[in-house]
């Protein structure tokens, strides 16, 4: 896996003993000994993952760190702290300063291996979303970094999988405080409510008697529903090469027996902020594509989606033999509402116009805001006949049933008139139906509104 790893530590020995071992690897290694130009390097975008000393002259890895967390631009990055230290009590500082993991020297090699492999693909698939998510900022949807670096971890909800009710009683006690805590002591279950269920965290003790835990955590990887639920190993033995294979087929982070409190809360707040961070910019992505191609009034398709995607269904249709009818809709005297009651009145008739138009067709049919006050609605493999009959019920409807305006205080009359149009297999497209379409409506204006017209060619 090629990624770029920046190695922060003020003694020489070490700097090239890790770039040696990375550049083995095939990892792009760059070193400094220096961290305020570890975060400078960090703030250029030119790193995928920090291997940090702790004890440095000019800024400690402690205060790097933070640094790190703290900024909007550099937050995401992974940081490892690689020392000397060995304290539960240093890990657990450097695990509430947000680095991701904490390496005593000397340090596995396996180990060392196995955790940035692991790290600098997750920072990837960061990467990725948070490049998706970029186009976000541009059309008004607020980027999630100070609600990322604002959050604790905690209030999480959390399944530990183990079959030792001593081993889960002690993990639950130690949690209880800061999450909600749920035990599963069959691993085969546990796959099975993770799939159903909305966790923060899977922690999973890899000595459940008579099953490979690992396997579960590869199935949870493998799942659409559980792959991207963080997943905290507990093990008994400092087993490196397993560990080294838990990391490889998704394991998040893992903890050694005996377990410390300190430090099995700050791995877990650790996971949940990272997961939360992830969806925050999955729901950002996902707004900017519905914002992309809905309309941000009314709820319905905009004009770029139906005419993109009506071409598809015009090819579909020709292609088949099938029949495709369009309606162009279109609020008779609208205008009039809006000098009268104001546009927040004429709003209000749109959105709830939009909603009957929903209430008024089948889940294949496409109904979009052409603009302004028209709208159109697609229906395949539907013809002329029965789009008629569908025009005449929701005209009708429109003109039988009152909009309400003024925070629902005010009824006012109005109507529709509708053009329609069907599919001329005979070389026919999307220019002309829709063209056809809006001439049928013109006529229905033209003679009188609150009427459908059909397409006459």
Same mark, same amino acid.
């Given at each position: 896996?090629?990624?770029?790893?920046?190695?922060v530590?003020?003694?020489?020995?070490?700097?090239?003993?890790? =770039?040696?071992?990375?550049?083995?690897?095939?990892?792009?290694?760059?070193?400094?000994?220096?961290?305020? =130009?570890?975060?400078?390097?960090?703030?250029?975008?030119? @790193?995928?993952?920090?291997?940090?000393?702790?004890?440095?002259?000019?800024?400690?890895?402690?205060?790097?760190?933070?640094?790190?967390?703290?900024?909007?631009?550099?937050?995401?990055?992974?940081?490892?702290?690689?020392?000397a230290?060995?304290?539960?009590?240093?890990?657990?500082?450097?695990?509430?300063? /947000?680095?991701d993991?904490?390496?005593?020297?000397?340090?596995?090699?396996?180990?060392?291996?196995?955790?940035v492999?692991?790290?600098?693909?997750?920072k990837?698939?960061?990467? =990725?979303?948070? *490049?998706?998510?970029?186009?976000?900022?541009?059309?008004?949807?607020?980027?999630?970094?100070?609600?990322?670096?604002?959050?604790?971890?905690?209030?999480?909800? #959390?399944?530990?999988?183990?079959?030792?009710?001593?081993?889960y009683d002690?993990?639950?006690?130690?949690?209880a405080?800061?999450?909600?805590?749920?035990?599963e002591?069959?691993?085969?279950?546990?796959?099975?409510? @993770?799939?159903?269920?909305?966790?923060?965290?899977?922690?999973?003790?890899?000595?459940?008697?008579?099953?490979?835990?690992?396997?579960?955590?590869?199935?949870?990887?493998?799942?659409?529903?559980?792959?991207?639920?963080?997943?905290?190993?507990?093990?008994?033995s400092?087993?490196?090469?397993?560990?080294?294979?838990?990391?490889?087929?998704?394991?998040?982070?893992?903890?050694?027996?005996?377990?410390?409190?300190?430090?099995?809360?700050?791995?877990?707040?650790?996971?949940?902020?990272?997961?939360?961070?992830?969806?925050?910019?999955?729901?950002?992505?996902?707004q900017?594509?519905? *914002?992309?191609?809905?309309?941000?009034?009314?709820?319905?398709?905009?004009?770029?989606?139906?005419?993109?995607?009506?071409?598809?269904l015009?090819?579909?249709?020709?292609?088949?033999?099938?029949?495709?009818?369009?309606?162009?809709?279109?609020?008779?005297?609208?205008?009039?509402?809006?000098?009268?009651f104001?546009?927040?009145? /004429?709003?209000?008739?749109?959105?709830?116009?939009?909603?009957? #138009?929903?209430?008024?067709?089948?889940?294949?049919?496409?109904?979009?805001?052409?603009?302004? =006050?028209?709208?159109?609605i697609? *229906?395949?493999?539907?013809?002329?006949?029965?789009?008629?009959?569908?025009?005449e019920?929701?005209?009708?409807? #429109?003109?039988?049933?009152p909009?309400?305006?003024?925070?629902?205080?005010?009824?006012?009359?109005?109507?529709?008139?509708?053009?329609?149009?069907?599919?001329?297999?005979a070389?026919?497209?999307?220019a002309?139906l829709?063209?056809?379409?809006?001439?049928?409506?013109?006529?229905?204006?033209?003679?009188?509104?609150?009427?459908?017209?059909?397409?006459?060619a």
């Amino acid at each position: 896996m090629t990624a770029r790893v920046l190695v922060v530590d003020d003694l020489p020995a070490n700097v090239k003993l890790l =770039e040696a071992r990375l550049s083995a690897e095939y990892f792009d290694v760059t070193t400094t000994m220096s961290g305020a =130009e570890a975060l400078a390097i960090c703030a250029r975008g030119e @790193c995928d993952i920090v291997l940090l000393d702790v004890i440095m002259p000019d800024m400690d890895g402690f205060e790097v760190c933070r640094k790190l967390k703290g900024d909007q631009l550099t937050h995401h990055i992974p940081v490892v702290m690689v020392t000397a230290l060995d304290h539960v009590s240093d890990r657990v500082r450097g695990l509430e300063a /947000g680095a991701d993991d904490f390496l005593t020297k000397p340090v596995s090699e396996i180990a060392l291996i196995a955790r940035v492999r692991s790290l600098a693909r997750l920072k990837m698939m960061t990467d =990725e979303l948070r *490049m998706r998510a970029v186009t976000s900022k541009e059309i008004g949807i607020q980027l999630t970094g100070t609600e990322a670096i604002a959050d604790a971890g905690r209030q999480g909800r #959390i399944l530990v999988v183990d079959d030792r009710p001593a081993s889960y009683d002690r993990i639950t006690g130690m949690l209880a405080s800061e999450h909600t805590i749920e035990v599963e002591t069959n691993p085969n279950r546990a796959l099975l409510r @993770c799939s159903d269920a909305n966790y923060d965290l899977l922690i999973v003790s890899l000595a459940i008697e008579n099953f490979d835990a690992l396997r579960l955590c590869s199935q949870v990887r493998s799942l659409d529903r559980t792959r991207n639920v963080p997943v905290l190993a507990i093990t008994d033995s400092k087993d490196n090469a397993r560990m080294a294979r838990g990391l490889e087929i998704g394991i998040n982070d893992y903890l050694m027996r005996p377990i410390d409190k300190n430090e099995l809360l700050a791995r877990v707040r650790t996971q949940i902020r990272k997961k939360r961070y992830a969806e925050r910019l999955r729901e950002n992505v996902q707004q900017s594509i519905e *914002m992309a191609i809905t309309d941000g009034l009314t709820g319905l398709f905009n004009r770029y989606y139906m005419e993109s995607h009506l071409t598809a269904l015009v090819e579909q249709a020709a292609g088949r033999g099938k029949s495709l009818t369009l309606l162009m809709l279109d609020i008779d005297y609208f205008k009039a509402i809006n000098d009268n009651f104001g546009h927040d009145a /004429g709003d209000d008739v749109l959105r709830q116009l939009a909603s009957r #138009i929903r209430k008024s067709i089948r889940g294949i049919d496409l109904a979009c805001r052409y603009g302004g =006050e028209e709208f159109v609605i697609v *229906m395949p493999e539907t013809d002329m006949a029965v789009a008629t009959i569908v025009a005449e019920r929701l005209r009708r409807r #429109i003109a039988a049933e009152p909009f309400t305006i003024q925070q629902g205080t005010r009824p006012i009359e109005t109507t529709i008139s509708i053009g329609i149009a069907t599919l001329d297999t005979a070389g026919d497209n999307v220019a002309k139906l829709i063209k056809r379409a809006d001439q049928a409506l013109y006529r229905a204006k033209r003679d009188g509104r609150n009427r459908v017209v059909a397409d006459a060619a």
